[in-house]
């Protein structure tokens, strides 16, 4: 038995389908390569190359393997641009996602773990998220995760369909260094983008109420990440009980000014930030409470901020 991973040739599906393989489970990748690189899925892995959108690319998938469950990655992941594109947004997020669980059902496979976002909670003025705090998304991109979550609740209801879902904030860092973030929206990439052009990296705002005036998020390390992943699918193979959704918090988080600081440090290229005006709708802090992973996953930060800077930046630096 194997789990699919779709989306499993991006930046953090890759991560997932190595951590699956180091637990000695065996995976098989679909993505449609939209963003992902079909370099990224390791030798031996059987790799479906398709949308989620074809009918015809799930039940070959589902009718060729044996699968256990499934590790719902795929996606379109760009809140900022989904404004533009809602419709295709909530195609790629809510038709495929609402396919797959056809898919699924039909081929009784019922287990899934859904890559979801902390964008269900949109702009929030409470200390630390938690999976209480109420969801407001502010984006297409944030509404298709919410709905996606309202799909597996609703199929849960009813087909027992096993499922949960797993909230999280800024994904950075690799790995390993065959694998590195190709996003071009994503903070790290553009910084090193920029240092590597000889340009000076942007910060948009510095007059926030925080200790250095920019905006605190959560940072969280890939592989730290995958590895929430695959401790739910175990306890979902396990039949042993989860909550509906787990955000994956740092609890404190880090400022935009410290990536900055520890990006120079890490590079050796000495920079001053350029400070450019806030963006609309940027709170000022979004961290989330990882307690209920940490009960449930054995979730916790293996990585600091400088761990994290130095693994993207030699998987970034491997890969030119």
Known sequence: MAWLVTGGAGYIGAHVVRAFQAEGIDVVV????????????????????????????????????????????????????????PLHTYAQNVTATAMLLAAMEEHRVERIVFSSSAAVYGTTDVD????????????????????????????????????????????????????YDTSPHNLFPLVFDALLAGRTPRINGDDYPTPDGTCVRDYLHVADLAAAHVAAAKRLDAHESLEAAYNLGSGDGSSVGEIMTAMADVTGIDFTPEIMPRRAGDPARIVASGALAARDLDWRMRHDLRQMVESAWRARRAAD
């Open 128 to 179: 630390l998220v938690t999976e209480d705090t109420p969801k407001a998304p502010e984006s297409p991109y944030g509404e298709s995760k919410l709905i996606g979550e309202w799909l597996l609740r609703d199929q849960g209801v009813a087909t027992g369909l096993r499922h949960t879902s797993l909230r999280y904030f800024n994904v950075v860092g690799s790995g390993t260094d065959e694998v």
């Open 30 to 85: 679909l993505d449609d390569l939209s963003s992902g690189h079909e370099r990224f899925v390791p030798a031996g892995v059987p790799f479906v190359r398709g949308t989620l959108l074809d009918g015809s690319v799930l039940e070959r998938t589902f009718s060729e393997f044996e699968l256990s469950g499934v590790v719902h990655v795929a996606g379109y992941k760009y809140a900022g641009v989904s404004v533009q594109r």
